[in-house]
């Protein structure tokens, strides 16, 4: 897949389009991040939007470190609420085998990184 030039017409507006994409998924991101805090379930942002590379078709991938004894399904239902209809993954760290965990934790955001800053208000 070739890549197109970034300054096209089609080129801008793409990565318009992807950055629209990518503060509504943090937007999303740190709802479900402070949602999860709310039930005592500590959670980070992993994947392309924690890496940077969230791209226009990218969805928001969630960490949970420790489901303090909710089941995996109410804390997917406290997710998809904060969510919406945005796409999203949940990874739960008690089902992470320690060979992956080191590249999924590579690059965190919690709800603090995800927060708009004063400046940019």
């Known amino acids: 897949m070739s890549r197109l030039p970034d300054d096209t017409p089609i080129g801008r507006l793409l990565r318009e389009r992807a950055e629209t994409r990518r503060r509504e998924a943090a937007r999303r991101a740190l709802a479900a991040l402070e949602a ?67 590249f999924i934790l590579e690059r965190t955001l919690r709800a603090a990184d995800l927060r708009p800053s004063r400046a940019s208000a």
């Open 36 to 102: 999860l805090d709310g039930a005592g379930v500590p959670a980070v942002v992993v994947g392309s939007l924690a890496r940077g590379r969230f791209l226009g078709h990218s969805d928001v991938d969630l960490f949970v470190e420790d489901r303090r004894g909710l089941a995996p399904e109410a804390v997917i239902a406290i997710v998809e609420r904060a969510m919406e209809d945005f796409p999203f993954d949940v990874l739960f760290a008690d089902r992470v085998s320690d060979a992956d965990r080191p």
